[in-house]
């Protein structure tokens, strides 16, 4: 029996799969779930407090998962009578789950077009429901992985563009660019011995160069996310942005100061504000207050 990995983040709660799912232990894969059970939160939660980031499925049962997947995004996407919460735990969810893949696996094109899916699906749901924004942050108090900050980033990102007016071409760039924006601390990349961590971002786009199917927008999106106006940034110092690099910028190194640092909220913001030279352009900046405080994060 030839089985495949999922991602435990991709699973929702309290809804019969429609699969078998097995999990490795001791070497061995044991049925974990059987296709007309549901698994319950609490057992989800437990898998992710216990670091449990993959589980299995048979090969025949792919397009069953793949259908659930499908099934599950249309619905956080039109279902009004479902919580906000629990529809922004299946967006993320599934945004997280591609993010993992790409880690893992980053020259897989099917991978690339999963993330790209879960993207337009995130960017989908925070322009109908900008709300919730905040329960997809809140989720890094139990979970402050990579997989989670870039959930993060390419939300706020998203949240910043569609306040200052952006074009859908360019907030949905921002969707899987803030996605896949620290592919460089992947396996994939640190592998090749690259030593230095500020070529994370030029390490992440060489991962994905010369791929027809990435665009230009997404590999200067990972290169350019650490790059800041007063010069202090990385790889290049570069001392000249384009707005939408600083948006990325902006939203990457917020949710760096909370997700992955710790920090409270409103004291990661005034850090940035109070700056000087400030990292990215002063409007933009105060965007980013107007996100937070109207989704009462800040």
């Known amino acids: 029996m030839a089985l495949l990995g999922i991602r435990t983040s991709s699973l929702r709660p309290d809804e019969a799969l429609g699969f078998d799912v097995y ?11 059987k296709r007309s059970d549901v698994i319950a939160g609490e057992r989800l939660d437990r898998l992710q407090l216990k670091n449990v980031r993959q589980l299995f499925i048979t090969d025949e049962d792919k397009p069953l998962y793949e259908e659930f997947l499908r099934g599950g995004a249309q619905a956080a996407l039109s279902a009004s009578d479902v919580p906000l919460a629990g529809r922004a735990r299946v967006i993320a969810g599934q945004s997280k789950a591609a993010v993992e893949e790409m880690f893992v696996h980053p020259q897989l094109r099917e991978n690339y077009e999963r993330a790209r899916s879960a993207a337009a699906n995130q960017v989908a749901f925070l322009l109908k429901q900008p709300e919730a924004l905040e329960p997809i942050l809140a989720m890094a108090k139990f979970d402050r992985t990579v997989y989670q900050h870039s959930v993060n980033v390419a939300s706020i990102a998203v949240g910043l563009a569609a306040g200052l007016g952006a074009p ?4 949905s760039a921002l969707g899987l660019g803030g996605l896949l924006h620290d592919l460089g601390k992947s396996p994939a990349a640190t592998s090749t011995g690259v030593a230095d961590w500020r070529q994370h971002p030029r390490a992440g786009a060489g991962l994905l160069l010369n791929r027809d199917y990435v665009s230009r927008d997404v590999l200067d999106l990972i290169l350019l996310h650490e790059e800041r106006l007063d010069g202090r940034g990385y790889p290049a110092g570069a001392k000249k942005l384009d707005q939408i690099f600083q948006v990325m910028g902006l939203a ?12 409270d909220p409103r004291a990661a913001y005034d850090e940035i504000e109070g700056m000087n030279p400030l990292p990215y352009e002063r409007d933009l900046i105060h965007g980013l207050k107007d996100v ?7």
């Open 23 to 33: 999990l490795l232990i001791s070497g061995k894969h044991l049925l974990y779930v």
């Open 168 to 171: 859908l071409d360019t907030i």
């Open 292 to 298: 937070l405080v109207a989704n009462k994060i800040c």
């Open 252 to 263: 990457n190194f917020y949710d760096r100061l909370v997700t992955i640092e710790g920090r």
